[in-house]
């Protein structure tokens, strides 16, 4: 059970931390919604709950609920650039279908 | 697949539902577009990574125009096609830009209309199509940067622009494009960028200099809501004249004559304000003037000569400050910081006097150019609905008076610029003739004394009032602006109940040519203003003292007064009507006066007789309980 993050991803997610002050790690999950099932979840996470999976990798903590983790295992998380726009990228490989946006997908 | 964004604990959107939100500063100089992404408001740059874009224009002919950067360096070559510093034409008419403080220099269309339209390569075009070409290279950057359309912007404007210049921003928008979810002052935007909102209770200042205009803001942070106490400034005084002001010094030093073309003045501008950037970090700069406008000259500029030609600019823009503190009703001492904006904040001379001023150090942590356009984006994030509460609540004051016209052609203000929203005011007004059974009511915005030179908003009418003789009638008018801005307005007479209202929305449904039409003149008639005032009260007067004694004539004169007396009343009373005709305030005071004294016997004995009629048939005992 893994996941990771690249360096990219890694020096943004520090300084979008760093910016914001506060917070313990970033939060992956998955739920069920969007127009082709499933959708990411990516959010600053405050605390940890107790059932939390903990994966740290470049000096970031990823934390992922138990269930998401099913969908989640072995993603990389990376950071890129589409001409002007950039953002995270989840590169994982249990995805199936996405949907034509990329922002649901299938498993 | 799809780039994605963090966004903070219980707040991720489903896919499709994150709604796309930017703050944009439309500047007289300069323009920036801020977004919101991973927590963190911040500007977007274009493919080059310049955030800012020089609100220019260049109108090439076939439609086709550039924007920008490249535009502002066509300035030189291509003066009359190439628009800048077009926020200064918003919403003005033609009659205001004559007025405008000589930095315009384009050929404007003579036409029927009064909205002002330049002439290029490309056709006339107005301050509107201008201002919108530039939010279009500002939505397309925006789209290209986030990945899809937009759902909403928040475009700043100056505090004090009125309706006018309000609603030609929006129009703007709509022209590009865009859907503006609101229009933000600028030093609100600014205070939110400082995320003075999560700061302790107090009074803050925002001095914004920005290209082309200047603006001074009381806020006041009360229980986490930001109230905005006054706001003051000067729409005709910006880092262009402090610009012009280094190039008259070039000029003059040159020996180039005032008249000379404008591709070399524009040269020249343009080296004056690189001498002046320069100067922020060094303690003087070499000007040097190349051939390639067939000049060779060079000097020195030394910082303390830039100060001294900086002050006297500078000194006008504590005049305002002064003003607001005084609309505010505080003092320096009770100001908590003063937070800087607008690039030519940058200028040490500028910091320096400021904190002289309000004795504080000013904050200049935000990058001054960048700081409006990034609290903009964070209240655009908000009003989207990315964010799930603790809303910030920014409440907004009236920018220019709601009144009433009176008799003569006068402006009863009824509620005074700079009152917070929501507002609601009552001021009672009454009838001039006796037997007046209607009233019309003329509600209008403005700062001016006289009807004809503020902004006509609605009229209406209030019929069915009992005849009364003048005076009696009791009519309370009520104003109420609610918290979107929206002001109706109620008049009702208070013994018989009769009531009438209308609802006015002075930012909407007016027509370019309405507005224009409707703009007001600056404040800069206060004189004038006032012996107007002073000579509309006095023929006012005179008109009621006339009324009041034809009525009284007419009804007791025969039997009250001998003819000799009667006589000499009714000359006067030709007098006075002859000298109400003219304009000598004085003159017309002088007769009011005499005819008053004059008729001072007359009214006497018709107040004995209307006593003695009274009380005819009682018993004294009966009065003196």
Not at chain 2, 197 to 200: G, H, I, P, S, T
Not at chain 2, 331 to 336: G, K, L
Not at chain 2, 494 to 497: F, H, K, L, Y
């Given at each position: 059970m893994s996941i990771t993050l690249t360096e990219a991803a890694a020096q943004r997610v520090i300084s979008f931390m760093t910016n914001r002050g506060k917070g313990v790690g970033l939060r992956l999950a998955v739920k069920t919604t969007g127009c082709s099932g499933m959708a990411y979840v990516m959010e600053f996470a405050d605390e940890f709950q107790p059932e939390d999976k903990i994966f740290e990798d470049h000096g970031v903590k990823l934390i992922v609920d138990p269930k998401s983790l099913i969908y989640l295992d072995g993603t990389e998380l990376d950071y890129g650039k589409e001409g002007l726009n950039e953002g995270f990228k989840f590169n994982n490989p249990n995805v199936k279908g996405e949907c034509g946006c990329g922002e649901s997908f299938t498993v | 697949m799809a780039l994605l964004q963090i966004s903070e604990p219980g707040e991720?959107?489903?896919?499709?539902?994150?709604r796309l939100a930017v703050g944009i500063?439309?500047?007289?100089t300069n323009s920036l577009v801020a977004t919101v992404r991973n927590g963190k408001a911040e500007t977007l740059p274009d493919?080059?990574?310049?955030a800012i874009l020089p609100s220019v224009v260049q109108y090439l002919g076939d439609n086709k125009l550039v924007v920008g950067e490249a535009a502002k360096n066509a300035a030189v070559d291509d003066p009359y096609n190439t628009i800048g510093s077009v926020k200064r034409l918003m919403g003005r008419s033609m009659a205001d830009i004559k007025k405008l403080s000589g930095a315009i220099k384009y050929d404007f269309v003579d036409t029927e209309s009064n909205v002002p339209r330049i002439k290029t390569r490309g056709g006339a075009v107005s301050a509107v199509e201008v201002s919108a070409a530039i939010l279009t290279q500002l939505k397309r950057r925006a789209e290209q940067a986030l990945g899809d359309e937009l759902s909403g912007v928040v475009i700043t404007v100056p505090a004090y622009f009125d309706d006018a210049q309000r609603q030609a921003s929006k129009d703007a928008a709509k022209l590009a494009g865009l859907k503006v979810l609101r229009l933000l002052n600028e030093p609100t935007a600014a205070a939110v960028a400082y995320g003075l909102?999560?700061?302790?209770e107090g009074i803050h200042v925002v001095y914004d200099l920005g290209g082309g205009t200047f603006d001074i803001s009381i806020l006041r942070l009360n229980r986490g809501v930001f109230e905005v106490m006054a706001t003051a400034g000067n729409s005709a005084l910006g880092g262009d004249d402090f610009d012009q002001v280094i190039a008259q010094w070039i000029m003059q030093q040159a020996g180039?004559?005032?008249?000379?073309?404008q591709s070399l003045i524009r040269y020249v501008s343009q080296q004056a304000c690189a001498a002046k950037e320069v100067l922020s970090q060094s303690e003087q700069v070499e000007i040097v003037l190349d051939g390639a406008m067939g000049l060779s000259w060079h000097g020195v500029l030394s910082r303390s000569k830039l100060n001294e030609l900086l002050d006297p600019l500078i000194k006008k823009t504590l005049i305002p400050c002064r003003r607001a503190l005084r609309d505010a009703e505080v003092?320096?001492?009770?100001?908590?910081d003063v937070i800087m904006v607008g690039?030519?904040?940058?200028m040490l001379r500028v910091r320096e006097r400021v904190a002289e001023f309000f004795q504080c150090e000013p904050l200049v942590a935000i990058d001054p150019d960048k700081v409006v356009a990034i609290g903009a984006a964070v209240q655009a994030h908000t009003l989207v609905g990315n964010?799930?509460?603790?809303e910030i609540l920014l409440l907004d004051v009236i920018p220019l008076s709601l009144g009433i016209e009176t008799m003569g052609g006068l402006v009863e203000k009824v509620i005074y610029r700079?009152?917070?929203?929501?507002a609601a005011k009552a001021q009672d007004f009454t009838t001039f003739?006796?037997?007046?059974?209607a009233m019309s009511i003329h509600v209008l915005q403005g700062e001016r004394e006289l009807v004809s030179d503020n902004r006509s908003l609605a009229r209406f009418e209030l019929r069915?009032?009992?005849?009364?003789?003048?005076?009696?009638a009791r009519i309370r008018v009520t104003f109420q602006v609610d918290a979107d801005g929206l002001l109706s307005v109620t008049a009702r007479e208070?013994?018989?109940?009769v009531e009438s209202s209308v609802q006015v929305k002075?930012?909407?449904?007016?027509?370019d040519a309405e507005i224009a039409q409707m703009l007001t003149d600056s404040l800069s008639h206060a004189a004038q203003d006032v012996a107007a005032r002073n000579l509309c009260e006095q023929k006012v007067a005179a008109e009621r003292v006339v009324l009041a004694l034809q009525s009284a004539l007419k009804a007791d004169g025969d039997r009250l007064l001998s003819a000799a007396e009667r006589k000499n009343l009714d000359a006067g009373l030709r007098h006075l009507q002859e000298v109400a005709q003219g304009n000598d305030h004085a003159a017309i005071k002088l007769a009011t006066e005499r005819l008053n004294e004059s008729s001072t016997e007359f009214a006497a004995r018709r107040m004995n007789d209307s006593i003695r009629s009274a009380m005819?048939?009682?018993?004294?005992d009966e009065f003196s309980e």
């Open positions: - | 991720a959107t489903a896919p499709h539902q994150y500063d439309l500047g007289t493919n080059n990574g310049q909102d999560n700061k302790a180039i004559a005032d008249n000379s073309n003092t320096q001492a009770e100001i908590e690039g030519s904040t940058r964010k799930s509460d603790d700079n009152t917070t929203i929501p003739k006796d037997g007046q059974t069915g009032i009992p005849p009364m003789v003048a005076g009696a208070q013994t018989s109940g002075p930012s909407y449904g007016l027509e005819a048939g009682h018993n004294v």
